[in-house]
C-alpha cells in the first residue's frame, strides 16, 4: 500500500525552529515529487512547493520562498518541511502529497501535521 | 486570491445535481494543464476525486464527473447525498508562478 506518514503534532513558540517529516513508502520514492501544502484553521489549501527526492530539486510557492526550507532525503524515503524562526502565524495543518510530476494530481496525502506556535 | 476562481459555497436537496466551477486563465488551466479536483470531508485528509480534468480514481462513484473548456472547470456531483457535504477544491500548474495552484475551495452543503 502506497502511504506518507507525517510525524507528529508540535506546539513551539514564537522564534524556535521546527523540521517536519513525511516518510513514504509502499512505492519507488525517487519516482515521485513530494509537495507540501498548508491550511490554516478554517481556510482552503495553500501550496507550498515541492520537491523531487531523486535529485532535490526544489520549486516554492512566491508566497513561500523564503519563508521554509524543503528538503528530502532519498535514502530513508523522506521529505521535509523546516522553519529556523516560527511565527504565530506559521499555526496550520500542513500536509504532505505524493505527485507523478510537477503538473500532476496528489495522491495519497499524508495524514497532516498540525503545528501550533504560540508564546 | 487564489488564482483559481471557485464560488465560496453552493447547496442542493439530496437527490439533485450541482456543479463547482474552477475559472482560471492563460497561464494555467486555458492551455495544456490539468485539472485536478479533491474533496475534503470535515476534519479529515484531502481526498483525490477528479485527475487529469474528466478521470476518476478507483473508488471514487461515478456521481462525481469533471469537465473542462477553455479556461474553466467544472465538478459535477449528481444524485447529490448528505454525506457529500464537505469542501471541494481545484488544482492545476500554472507556468507565470512554476508551480502548483488551488482554488480557493467551495463548501457544499446537503439541504
Known amino acids: 500500500e502506497v502511504q506518507l506518514v507525517q510525524s507528529g503534532a508540535e506546539v513551539k513558540k514564537p522564534g524556535e525552529s521546527l523540521k517536519i517529516s513525511c516518510k513514504g513508502s509502499g512505492y519507488n520514492f525517487t519516482n515521485y515529487w513530494i509537495g507540501w501544502v498548508r491550511q490554516k484553521p478554517g481556510k482552503g489549501l495553500e501550496w507550498m512547493g515541492i520537491i523531487d527526492p531523486r535529485d532535490s530539486d526544489t520549486r516554492y510557492s512566491p508566497s513561500f520562498h523564503g519563508q521554509v526550507t524543503i528538503s528530502a532525503d532519498k535514502s530513508i524515503s523522506a521529505a521535509y518541511l523546516q522553519w529556523s524562526s516560527l511565527k504565530a502565524s506559521d499555526t496550520a495543518m500542513y500536509y504532505c502529497?505524493?505527485?507523478?510530476?510537477?503538473?500532476?494530481?496528489?495522491?495519497?496525502w499524508g495524514q497532516g501535521t498540525l503545528v501550533t506556535v504560540s508564546s | 486570491q487564489s488564482v483559481l476562481t471557485q464560488p465560496p459555497s453552493v447547496s442542493g436537496a439530496p437527490g439533485q445535481r450541482v456543479t463547482i466551477s474552477c475559472t482560471g486563465s492563460s497561464s494555467n488551466i486555458e492551455t495544456t494543464y490539468n485539472v485536478h479536483w479533491y474533496q475534503q470531508l470535515p476534519g479529515t485528509v484531502p481526498r483525490l476525486l477528479i485527475c487529469d480534468n474528466i478521470n476518476r480514481p478507483s473508488g471514487v462513484p461515478d456521481r462525481f464527473s469533471g469537465s473542462k473548456s477553455g479556461a474553466s472547470a467544472s465538478l459535477a456531483i449528481t444524485g447529490l447525498r448528505a454525506e457529500d457535504e464537505a469542501d471541494y477544491y481545484c488544482?492545476?500548474?500554472?507556468?507565470?508562478?512554476?508551480?502548483?495552484?488551488f482554488g480557493g475551495g467551495t463548501k457544499l452543503t446537503v439541504l
Open positions: 488544482q492545476s500548474y500554472d507556468s507565470s508562478l512554476g508551480g502548483v495552484i
Open positions: 502529497a505524493r505527485h507523478v510530476s510537477l503538473i500532476a494530481e496528489a495522491a495519497p
